[in-house]
């Protein structure tokens, strides 16, 4: 069984500020790892993954996250949020051999205000 | 050129009618998905058919079954809607069974049950 842990339910921070949005995970096989965002009424988009290689991996957008693997860890930061990053994120693990089925953590709701 | 569609965007309903949310996606991808999203935006699994076979049926009731006539195709039909089943409905899909690449998400339907 897999399990993902979000510590931070809600993280206001101010515009051009830096973020870090914590997320562990429990499994007891390797998994693959995600970062997705859910705009206000929207469906979630993926952010990010990590499957192997390099810990650090990078979006389009300026998000990176790292790969930690003894902390079983996989945070999400960004150097300077804009107003337009304001959502919600998801971690996910998904498990390879169970059909590939994804468990979220419970989100983190990030505001930036001006 | 939406990716993953679902129809209807919002649905309000009785309790005890029975009701159908449809998914279609022109990804080309194998696996499609139904996860529920309550209102504390939790995520849950619910289904998964990879080629219009059943691969993953987690514990829902069985008032909720899921049809794929096709793989591009996967529809969920619930009996005897109750207060309860009132949440935010996601269908995704992803490339093979393996979860590497992610899902795509639809953008929801939002099931209310009065």
């Known amino acids: 069984a897999q399990s993902v842990t979000q510590l931070d339910s809600q993280v206001p921070v101010f515009e051009e500020a830096p973020v870090e949005l914590r997320c562990n995970y429990s499994?007891?096989?390797?998994?693959?790892l995600f970062w997705y965002v859910q705009y206000p009424n929207q469906g979630l988009q993926l952010l990010l993954k990590y499957l192997s290689g390099s810990t650090l991996v990078e979006s389009i957008n300026g998000f990176e996250a790292e790969f930690n693997k003894s902390q079983t860890s996989f945070h999400l930061r960004k150097p300077s949020v804009h107003i337009s990053d304001t959502a919600e994120y998801f971690c996910a693990v998904s498990d390879p051999g169970n059909a590939g089925k994804s468990t979220f953590g419970d989100g983190t709701t990030l505001t930036v205000k001006p | 050129d939406t990716a993953v569609s679902q129809t209807p965007k919002y649905l309000v309903t009785q309790m005890g009618n029975d009701k159908s949310i449809k998914c279609e996606q022109n990804l080309g991808h194998d696996t499609m998905y139904w996860y529920k999203q309550d209102s504390k935006k939790f995520l849950k699994i619910m289904f998964s058919y990879n080629n219009k076979e059943l691969i993953i049926n987690e514990t829902v009731p069985n008032r909720f079954s899921p049809k794929s006539p096709d793989k591009a195709h996967l529809n969920l039909h619930i009996n005897s809607l109750e207060l309860g089943d009132s949440a935010v409905y996601f269908c995704?899909?992803?490339?093979?069974?393996?979860?590497?690449?992610?899902?795509?998400f639809g953008s929801g339907t939002r099931l209310t049950v009065v």
């Open positions: 995704a899909s992803s490339q093979g069974t393996g979860g590497i690449d992610g899902y795509t």
């Open positions: 499994s007891s096989v390797s998994v693959y």
